[in-house]
């Protein structure tokens, strides 16, 4: 099955709705079955999906997430009650959406793509199960995005930043105006702090449309953060009120930022904030923060050296993580193994990590884009230094080499950081399985 549903990628991206809006005709319109949140951005989309998620499941809600890519198999990306679907019934699922997505192939000149393909069998899993709210997380971009059929009544945009350039333009307000796309009449579009250049397109879209924009910093946001073992202690200002005593079990103000965002989006759809409808329980909401995970995203698996796994893919995600690693981590010496994909600013990536790293280790994932080790290396060394960098070919070889550079340092003091992309970090949780300590 898995091989079926992969000779559907790589495939070119076709700025069109048709095949998807097509195929999902021919299965009943399962996405119109339940409400829907809908999250994009550049950085932070799949936390933020988590967020909400265990949010609305503390209230008692039956959701499915549906968030891409995964880390280590494609099941991961739907999720029932934050759990990823079962195999068994996840090739149930492609067995029944498989026969009309040929039908669909036969009736327009590009076959349905892969992340169609995953989109169309998330939607139907969904209205199968059935669940009473559907958590989306965009794949690429908004406008064009498989995703974008769902006409959610929240929208959610975290933070937009230059990436995928070559597919969705090369300036902060292009990539906007993209993934301003899931705005759509009448909806409520909770907003995270954007660059100023950002801010014009999504102003626009919402006028265009109608809907209503709530803004971080404004609207809501972090009143307070304080450092916790394990994660932080926030206060939160939300649509409707004050939130305190949060603990959110991860790391870094990014994801403070994500917090903030993921709870005024649960009181849109709620309704908190308008009319006479005000905060919602408290003791529920710190329930749901307290039980979030976001696997890959500054992860501890390892003790002794400590290793962190994180999949910053591009300079913005990388200066939040520097920040917190300098924020919330004391490192002696922190080696970083680095994999990232031809398509990415490799540069600005290492600028953003040099300050907080004492080495680095290039190499490269499994994936047929990922930018040869060779390559990566010249780029390293113009950032870093010929002494600073040491070349891998393979990631289980640069990890063994991160972690003897890391264990030279003062004893107990070293620490190793796997990040890149998060084919680079799903490949490193492979190889660290069961060797936590």
């Known amino acids: 099955m898995e091989q079926a549903l ?31 949140i809908h999250i994009t951005g550049t950085n932070g989309k799949t936390t933020t999906a988590r967020m909400i998620d265990a949010l609305l499941q503390a209230f008692g809600i039956r959701t499915g997430r549906y968030t891409s890519p995964d880390l280590e ?17 996840f090739t149930e699922t492609y067995d029944d959406v498989a026969p ?13 793509t892969y992340f169609e393909m995953l989109t169309a069998m998330a939607f139907a899993a969904f209205a199968d199960a059935p669940i009473e709210i559907a958590v989306v997380e965009v794949g690429l971009g908004g406008r064009w995005d498989a995703t974008n059929v769902v006409n959610a009544p929240v929208a959610v945009v975290t933070p937009v930043g230059l990436d995928h350039v070559g597919i969705l333009g090369d300036t902060i307000e292009a990539i906007a105006a993209e993934k301003a796309g899931i705005i759509h009449a009448g909806a409520t579009a909770v907003v995270a702090v954007q660059p100023e250049a950002a801010v014009a397109p999504l102003r626009a879209r919402a006028a265009e449309v109608g809907a209503t924009l709530r803004w971080q910093g404004v ?12 994660g932080q202690l926030l206060e939160l200002e939300g649509l409707g009120g004050t939130y305190d005593g949060i603990v959110l079990p991860l790391h870094g103000a990014h994801q403070a930022g994500n917090a903030s965002t993921a709870l005024a989006a649960v009181e849109a759809f709620f309704g908190a904030g308008t009319g006479e409808r005000g905060r919602l329980d408290i003791d529920v909401v710190r329930e749901g923060f307290a039980q979030v995970t976001s696997p890959g995203r500054l992860e501890v698996v390892r003790r002794g050296p400590t290793v962190l796994l994180d999949g910053a893919h591009n300079p913005a995600g990388a200066a939040a993580l520097a920040a917190a690693i300098e924020e919330e981590f004391d490192f002696e010496r922190l080696v970083a193994v680095v994999a990232v994909l031809d ?23 499994t994936s047929p884009r990922a930018l040869p080790v060779d390559a990566l290396a010249e780029v390293a060394a113009e950032v870093f230094g010929d002494d600073r960098v040491v070349a891998a070919a393979r990631l289980d070889d640069a990890i063994e080499r991160a972690l003897a550079l890391a264990e030279a340092g003062p004893l107990g003091g070293g620490g190793v950081l796997v990040t890149g992309s998060i084919v680079t970090v799903g490949e490193a949780r492979r190889l660290l399985r069961g060797t936590a300590r």
């Not at 700025?15 to 829907?36: C, K, V």
């Not at 999720?79 to 679907?85: L, S």
């Open 343 to 365: 398509d990415k600013d490799a540069a600005g990536l290492l600028g953003e990590l040099e300050p907080v790293v004492d080495a680095v280790v290039v190499t490269a994932s």
């Open 6 to 36: 992969r000779t559907r990628f790589p495939t070119r991206m076709v700025p069109d709705l048709d095949r998807i809006t097509d195929l999902l005709d021919l299965l009943g319109s399962p996405q119109r079955s339940y409400p829907s």
């Open 219 to 230: 609207d809501f946001g972090v009143r307070q953060r304080t450092l916790a073992v394990g």
């Open 73 to 89: 198999s494609v099941t991961e990306r739907i999720a029932f009650d934050g759990v990823p679907i079962d195999p068994d019934r």
């Open 100 to 112: 009309y997505a040929e039908l669909v192939d036969s009736r327009h000149p590009d076959r349905v």
